[in-house]
């Protein structure tokens, strides 16, 4: 399975951009997709961003636009980043990778708190 560390949250003015970085270490074969799942306070955990092993992105509509995964391959780095941000992209992000073998691999989380 893959051990995954969130890290490039912090506390933003709205309207502004941060960049998320997810570093992924161990057994990184049979990826079918990666990505970025967020939850806010007594809210429920949504999806954000989405890759598929073939390059293909899907995106939550309240980020759409606004919002780019991408991937290192060479660094086994995955990153989200968003652009105009609002206070309601504040919540905690976590990544994740999906195997064949192992299922569903998740980091501890990284806090994004957008202020008006």
């Known amino acids: 399975q893959v051990q995954l560390v969130e890290s490039g949250g912090g506390l933003v003015q709205a309207g502004g951009s941060l960049r998320l970085s997810c570093a992924a270490s161990?057994?990184?074969?049979?990826?079918?997709?990666m990505g970025w799942h967020r939850q806010a306070p007594e809210n429920q955990r949504e999806m954000v961003a989405t890759?598929?092993?073939?390059?293909?992105?899907m995106y939550a509509d309240s980020v759409k636009g606004r919002s780019t995964i991408s991937r290192d391959n060479a660094k086994n780095t995955v990153y989200l980043q968003i652009d105009s941000l609002k206070p309601e992209d504040t919540a905690v992000y976590y990544c994740?990778?999906?195997?064949?073998?192992?299922?569903?691999?998740w980091g501890q989380g990284t806090q994004v708190t957008v202020s008006s």
């Open positions: 994740y990778v999906q195997q064949r073998h192992y299922g569903f691999s």
């Open positions: 161990g057994s990184m074969v049979g990826i079918n997709a």
């Open positions: 890759m598929s092993n073939d390059g293909a992105t």
